[in-house]
């Protein structure tokens, strides 16, 4: 197979990639010295969150021109660039770049049938070469807590545009009151299950709601507009539902879900635990906020130091390095865009089958499956992901069963009225492409795009162009994508209030707390904090044969 055709990949970006991805030693000796490596962190981070304009966004979803509502109504998702129905006045956009016409484009679009042959999976897909299934699973757990659509309007959010654990703490306060425990001060409610800890069951074992639980929130239409199935289980399953803190039907719909927020619980009620015994006296509210606190800040510090160093194929590690950014351009409220929306939709990236204690199950068996969890307890089932290779991201790589999960962003974004892909490169610091040969270097993968959108690029959608671009090299991800993710990513994670210069300290977590946070990198060491005295499981986002290619070079 021929390579892809690098001449529109810009100058400047594949001099950045050359310098990151070569001279190991010297990243090696810059990461060795404290002051250096904190030097080149903040660089490099204020690098990638400045390729695009800071906030706030001129535009966001609620009107397609500005508006005092559409700088403020964060109840809408904002947008990087104009949507297709704005009309610009004058002949000098803000943005700097060349808007495509808008003519008759989204006449134009493929219907989808024509979607579906561009995402369904060919034969057995391409494996990844460097990701664990864990790295999906902790993808669709962690993004789905701030980035959460409206099922009811593409063009909102139910989100508060943070990263705070909703999916383990709840939507609202009322949410919350409703999972903690009236027993045992600051905790999570819970329960013993072959000893080892899990949320408690929604239902009792009469598959009937328990009364206690009543008012947290249900999903009540699929993407698709049927009825979800959430009570329509068979009866072990209905019986296992976890009550948790995002919609009953969306935290158990898969293992790869539900685990994440089992650990968290646990995380939580350990760290209760320790304040308990630290400071006697403190009420249970105190218990619990402090537990929260923590908590939320070791996920945001394993995101910044293996989330994204997964990601990223270069040789430096970025580290969390709070309270250094104020200063920044970028350093703004969060607010959560559609772009960044499509960016996180990862399905590809899953398996036709889970592996599971030896066994493959098709993805539709693992559904609402929480026994797969609790007969073999938690650390079996981060083994399990950690040791089944993920499928690459990309077209013609999509399970079946998950094709109209894809349909949904191409709707989502069609709905939004986003601008087409080369719109999106040329604001992200890549030059227009001008032929498929510049985005993919699959045969098939360009075929398909020049029998649905035609011979000229500028038909493409964002979503699709997105998932036809070729991987980079040792990375998980294609370039924009990769791109958004890290503009979106540092600008939206480093700006949470619990890594702010004035709140980030001992006296915010306490000294015990501070030393939980401090000695934690890694996923690995969080889930081995919660298990059984004596267990060891393999835990990790990166496959155990995986070695990086050669040096790169643009």
Known sequence: MAGRDKSKDGFRNRIELGILTSCKPLWGAVQRNERSRSF???????????????????????????????????NYAGLHLPPLNFKPLTDEPHLKITLSPVGDFESKLPGDEALTDLFTRRGAGTQSLKSTVLFPHFVQWFADGFLRTDRTNNRKVTSNHHIDLCGVYGLRPEHTMLLRSSKEPGRLKSQMINGEEYPEYVNHESRQPK????????????????????????????????????????????????????????????L???????????????????????????????????????ITPYHFKFITDAGRYTKSRWYRQNWMTVEFNLAYRWHSMLPDRLNHRGVAMELSETRYNNPMITNHGLGSIFQDASTQKATDLGLHNTANVLVPAELAGVRLGRDNKLRRYNDYRELLKYPRATSYEQISSKPEVI????????????????????????????????????????????????????????????????????????????????????????????????????????HLRG
């Not at 990638?48 to 508006?67: H, L, N, W």
């Not at 308990?276 to 394993?302: C, H, P, Q």
Request: overall charge negative; some cysteine; glycine content about 6%.
């Open 447 to 550: 075929r398909s795009l020049e029998k649905h959108y035609g011979k000229d690029v500028d038909n493409l959608e964002l979503y699709v162009g997105m998932h036809a671009e070729d991987l980079r090299k040792n990375s998980a991800l294609p370039p924009m994508i990769g791109r958004l993710v890290g503009i979106d990513a540092f600008s939206q994670a480093l700006t949470n209030p619990l890594l702010a210069e004035n709140v980030f300290n001992k006296e915010t977590f306490t000294p015990v707390g501070w030393e939980e946070i401090m000695s934690l990198s890694t996923l690995s060491q969080l889930v081995h904090r919660n298990l059984p005295e004596g267990q060891e499981f393999t835990v990790s986002f990166r496959n155990a044969d995986w070695k990086p290619a050669g």
């Open 211 to 270: 009364l206690e639980f009543q008012g947290l929130p249900h999903l009540q239409r699929s993407p698709g507009g049927k009825a979800l199935s959430g009570w329509d289980l068979d009866d072990e399953r209905k019986r296992t539902l976890f009550a948790m803190g995002a919609e009953i039907e969306r935290s158990n719909v898969q293992p790869g879900y539900a685990m994440f927020n089992i650990l968290c619980l646990r995380e939580h009620n350990r």
């Open 40 to 74: 080149a962190n903040k660089f490099l981070i204020n690098n990638a969150a400045q390729k695009i304009p800071p906030r706030p966004y001129p535009f966001s979803a609620k009107t397609p021109y500005t508006s005092w509502d559409s700088l403020i109504d964060r």
């Open 272 to 310: 209760v635990g320790l304040l308990e015994r630290s400071y006697n006296g403190w009420d249970s509210d105190r218990l619990f906020e402090t537990a929260r606190n923590i908590a939320t800040v070791e996920i945001m510090k394993i995101v910044m130091e293996e989330y994204i160093n997964h």
